[in-house]
């Protein structure tokens, strides 16, 4: 039943040799010492400082949603770093490789890179881009701030919350060994058929490109899940659904996006996996296959993807812009509206990514006008974001600055998409670099928003605030990178230059093709800038340190708790009654009032069973590459042990008890008069009682409500 | 604005010390919910993947779903796994009483039903490859097969569910995690239930008669 593959398969190791282990390539072979190196000298320097117990207990093994949110973070900054080093890559050769003087090294005929090589870092900048970078950090984000703003003790689900950082992070790792063992996908990030096939790509990089997409899609999947859930039952008590914080509202709109589309994606390389395992016809070019169903497989869940990155985007600025506006968020009810609205078109629109297929004026009109009608909620956007910064007291912190580059990124990045829409235009520029211009300033959108929230939660995770000027400077360098790669870009595409181009052959290109290497060059002083605002930051720390509420004219619940976030979030569950509770509160002046009486609190275990079966997917994922079959099956059943194990043992959480939580209110609380040079009103007894029934308790037959206490929502 | 539906901020609750938050139940019930919701969409997106591989051209030179496919035979299949359904269902209503012997017949039942189901399945592909019906025949054979199996790969963790689900009941008797599982459980064998109605309608039936 399995198909015969070409080159050497043993039982054993499958297709795995010596000789896919690329050492003789000039570029990766360098690349590897200098990992070997890196990773010796951290794990040398954990075990010198014997951090492994501390990693062990606070990190890898908790269920903490803002530790999983910071290593999401974390992960989405590391592979951001990567997908830039990617795309420093592509500059480099197309401005090298130009015209036929150009001359040639390590093998390749012009530029540095074959083919073959080029297409492959093409692919992992765009697969690494959308769904390594910008999918984690923003999860990342949704999981720090989602369960702070409706005022819960943590997600939903806490356990399933680190299985899905853990899948996304062996993707993470599936792709980065994809560099020292065997090759990486040279399909194009979205892959077509039937190139992927395994009678055209017969080597393991398009088994690494599917598995690493078949992972991240679980883990996103997963954490939608858990948002979604989070949203509708966490709520605190009087968080009617139009109190909820504006960012909680992006993230439920993403998040069923999310639910919704990625079993789309998974079943499109899933029936790409059965063409190159089993031998099956879904996307051949004979026997009855068909090539289009691929495409349309894959855009049905490719274009909510789009949304799904960036309406947590808008939902960050829809944060910032208030907060150093110092009004309400103008037209709360149409941002909501708006935000909804964009997800339901965005199931609409997904053929606007190939008009070129040739499906007549009446299917390409339509899905042209649906195209078009994403302008109108995203139009709202923009007038609501202007709207409340007019007239208001606006405070040009870096946070702020980087929303409003967001702004003018998403007109410029919005309106060259309106003309994509048209198909007589995009038939013109269909494939060029002008598409290429236009889909990364509206990703650059969501990197902008995501600096911007770096900045503007950075405190309220760690306690102090990151260096203004150093962001700054960060934000001007970055900014000047981006007009410089993408305003040649624009040009070229109107030019003719095509996407994905090893070799350009027109020589009067040149100057705009220099222009986007400075540019790249500028980016490079801006990842430099991050880096310093780092270091800068983190050694100034105690003098940057800040109370609740670190900006002083915040918004929602998340301010409401101290700087850094405890680990239980609110000593007391906040009743809400207003829509932007903090403020309201402030405005009232008693945004200080403290609980003044503490009770048992009921929290999760940390479980190392998540980490384990994230372990164990990469497993899987790394031994149906090379189809090492019995270690997929070896690995399979393990993960399915694992999980009835753990559901076995169930997790009865632990207590803390109110003279506990009040100790701890307590000297949070002389921290933050140390900070704020007066402390908040305070007084109340500890009562001890109250903890919520949970598992492993006997529940009433069903019919009758369960002790633990009804849905109060 | 936000001040106008707002209490009076001297009088207003500002902490709700005895907040219990939600019911596990129900909020494990709903997020199993949404995870069935993202498994329609996965059968959905194998329906159209079949629909598109359906036209004449799809099969190629080989044979079509008319000459393969045995509506009576598979008739069998979908009674044995509504009857499968009904037995878990029995065997819940068995909980509502705290009877858990009841349970344990409900789920035994549905777990033998279920594997008469596989079995009867398992069969029908090593018929369908005997008469040279494989995914390797044609686009069309491998939407059908895929499809079918995708399915009855559900079938097959749902009958190791139920092995475990027995044994958890029968070592710690209905407790918040066991009976919230059993409600999950239900939502997924019910949901494969719905799911074989429109495999049966659109790839055993209307391929029939096609």
Not at chain 1, 133 to 155: E, H, K, S
Not at chain 1, 237 to 263: D, E, H, K, V
Not at chain 1, 458 to 483: H, I, N, Q, R, Y
Not at chain 1, 556 to 565: A, F, I, K
Request: aromatic share 16%; net charge neutral.
């Amino acid at each position: 039943m399995l198909v015969q593959v070409p080159g050497g398969w043993n039982p054993l190791l499958g297709r795995l040799a010596i000789d896919q282990i690329p050492y003789t390539n000039p570029i990766l072979a360098p690349l590897f010492v200098a990992v070997v190196i890196g990773a010796v000298i951290i794990l040398g320097l954990i075990t010198y400082y014997h951090k492994w117990g501390y990693l062990w207990k606070e990190w890898l093994t908790t269920v903490d949603h803002k530790k999983l949110g910071v290593m999401y973070i974390i992960l989405g900054l590391v592979m951001l770093f990567r997908g830039f080093i990617d795309g420093l890559m592509i500059r480099t050769q197309q401005v090298w490789a130009n015209g036929p003087q150009s001359s040639g090294v390590f093998g390749a005929v012009h530029g540095y890179l074959t083919p073959f090589h080029f297409g492959q870092v093409y692919s992992a900048h765009g697969l690494i881009m959308i769904l390594l970078a910008a999918t984690p950090l923003l999860v990342g984000f949704m999981n720090i701030i989602v369960p702070l703003q409706v005022g819960a003790r943590d997600m939903a689900y806490p356990y399933l919350n680190a299985l899905g950082l853990w899948i996304t992070a062996a993707a993470v790792a599936l792709i980065m060994i994809s560099l020292f063992v065997g090759d990486f996908a040279h399909n194009g990030w979205f892959g077509y058929a039937p190139i992927f096939e395994l009678q055209y790509s017969p080597g393991v990089g398009v088994d690494y490109w599917i598995w690493t997409l078949e992972l991240t899609a679980l883990g996103t999947t997963l954490g939608g899940i858990n948002l979604i859930a989070t949203i509708v039952k966490m709520r605190a008590p009087g968080m009617t659904w139009f109190r909820l914080p504006i960012f909680t509202w992006a993230s439920l709109s993403a998040n069923i996006i999310a639910l919704t589309s990625f079993p789309a994606l998974q079943v499109a390389l899933f029936l790409v996996a059965c063409d190159r395992y089993l031998g099956s016809h879904f996307f051949t070019a004979g026997f009855g296959g068909n090539l289009m169903l691929y495409t349309n497989l894959f855009w049905i869940w490719g274009h909510p993807e789009v949304y799904f990155v960036i309406l947590p985007a808008f939902g960050m600025m829809s944060e910032i812009f208030p907060a150093f506006s110092e009004k309400p968020l103008f037209g709360y009810i149409t941002m909501v509206a708006a935000s909804f609205a964009i997800a339901g078109v965005s199931w609409l629109v997904w053929l606007h990514h190939f008009f070129t297929m040739g499906a007549g004026p009446d299917v390409n009109s339509f899905f042209s006008v649906a195209t078009m009608l994403v302008g109108i909620p995203t139009g709202v956007k923009v007038f609501n974001w202007a709207f409340t910064m007019y007239r208001g007291r606006i405070t040009y912190t870096a946070a702020m600055l980087w929303a409003i580059g967001a702004l003018f990124l998403l007109l410029v990045g919005g309106l060259t998409g309106m003309m994509l829409a048209i198909p007589a235009i995009n038939y013109m520029v269909h494939n060029s670099v002008f598409v290429i211009a236009h889909f990364h300033s509206m990703l650059l959108v969501i990197v902008y928003a995501i600096f911007g929230s770096v900045l503007f939660w950075f405190p309220k995770v760690f306690g102090f605030k990151l260096d203004e000027f150093w962001a700054k400077t960060m934000f001007w360098l970055f900014s000047a990178g981006s007009v410089l790669v993408f305003v040649p870009m624009y040009m070229l595409g109107f030019m003719g230059q095509t996407r994905r181009l090893d070799y350009v052959f027109n020589t009067a290109w040149h100057p705009y093709l220099v222009t986007e290497e400075i540019g790249i060059a500028v980016y490079c002083l801006s990842v430099a800038a991050f880096f310093v605002l780092l270091y800068v930051s983190i050694r100034d720390r105690v003098k940057n340190r800040v109370g609740q509420d670190a900006w002083g004219t915040s918004r929602s619940l998340e301010w409401l708790t101290h700087s850094p976030v405890p680990f239980y979030n609110f000593a007391v569950t906040p009743h809400v009654n207003a829509r932007d509770e903090l403020a309201w509160r402030r405005h009232n002046g008693i945004n200080e009032a403290q609980p003044t009486q503490y009770v048992d609190i009921h929290m999760p275990n940390n479980t190392g069973v998540a980490i384990y079966i994230g372990a164990l997917t990469f497993v899987l994922g790394f031994a149906l590459t090379w189809r090492v079959w019995w270690l997929c099956l070896l690995s399979l059943v393990a993960i399915i042990v694992l999980m009835i194990v753990r559901s076995w043992r169930g997790d009865p959480g632990y207590i803390i008890t109110a003279a506990e939580l009040e100790k701890m209110e307590r000297e949070a609380m002389q921290r933050q008069q140390q900070v704020e040079g007066h402390l908040p009103h305070h007084g109340g007894q500890a009562v001890p009682g109250g903890a919520m029934a949970y598992e492993g308790q006997k529940v009433s037959p069903l019919g009758t409500p369960p002790s633990s206490g009804g849905d109060h929502h | 604005m936000s001040a106008h539906d707002s209490p009076d901020p001297s009088k207003a609750v500002l902490w709700d010390t005895h907040y219990h938050g939600h019911d596990v139940i129900s909020t494990r019930s709903f997020g199993y919910f949404l995870y069935l919701l993202s498994d329609g969409m996965l059968f959905a997106t194998l329906f159209a993947a079949y629909g598109v591989l359906s036209y004449s051209h799809s099969y190629f030179n080989g044979q079509t779903p008319a000459d393969f496919v045995h509506p009576w035979y598979t008739f069998t299949q979908t009674v044995a796994l509504f009857l499968s359904v009904l037995a878990y269902g029995m065997g819940m209503s068995a909980v509502k009483k705290g009877n858990k012997a009841g349970l344990m017949n409900g789920l035994i039942a549905a777990f033998v039903l279920g594997v008469i189901f596989l079995g009867l399945d398992i069969h029908d592909m090593m018929d369908l490859a005997a008469h040279g019906v494989t995914v390797q025949t044609s686009g069309g054979a491998s939407a059908f097969i895929v499809l079918t199996q995708v399915h009855a790969a559900h079938i097959f963790f749902g009958l190791l569910w139920i092995l475990v689900m027995m044994a958890q009941v029968a070592a710690k008797g209905f407790t918040t995690d066991t009976v919230g599982r059993l409600l999950s459980l239900r939502m997924f064998w019910h949901l494969q239930a719905i799911i074989w109605v429109f495999v049966f309608v659109f790839v055993y039936l209307w391929g029939y008669m096609s």
